[in-house]
Nanobody
Framework: QVQLVESGGGSVQAGGSLRLSCVTN????????MGWFRQAPGKEREGVAA????????DYADSVKGRFTISQDNAKNTVYLQMNSLKPEDTAMYYC???????????????????????WGQGTQVTVSS
């Protein structure tokens, strides 16, 4: 299994910014499609963003479009989630996930499904206060 480690979570005021990092021990072809998910207490896990690492193609949930940006630094083997204009409803545990077999088409089609991913990080907590 690919190993993923998230970091960068914390507490921030509404309107503030935070950048999450996901460090992977896999090359881009073993972590082809990487997604960020979040889960708030009492709510279902929600796909936030995804990136197809080979091409850099990205997808976002409607709830975060225009505010969040997923990116990668292949030299550092890291995927980032830049979160701007944070809202209290963004408060959640954020998880990084990776699929090793996806191509760009399947990543775009299935990235929102938790079952699509074979590897998950431990999560990092993001708390946004009003």
């Amino acid at each position: 299994q690919v190993q993923l480690v998230e970091s960068g979570g914390g507490s921030v005021q509404a309107g503030g910014s935070l950048r999450l990092s996901c460090v992977t021990n896999g090359y881009i072809y073993s972590t082809n499609c990487m997604g960020w998910f979040r889960q708030a207490p009492g709510k279902e896990r929600e796909g936030v963003a995804a990136i197809y690492r080979d091409y850099g193609t990205t997808d976002y949930a409607d709830s975060v479009k225009g505010r969040f940006t997923i990116s990668q630094d292949n030299a550092k083997n890291t995927v980032y989630l830049q979160m701007n204009s944070l809202k209290p409803e963004d408060t959640a545990m954020y998880y990084c996930a990776a699929d090793r077999a996806a191509d760009v088409t399947s990543c775009a089609r299935w990235w929102t499904l938790s079952s699509f991913y074979g590897s998950w990080g431990q999560g990092t907590q993001v708390t946004v206060s009003s």
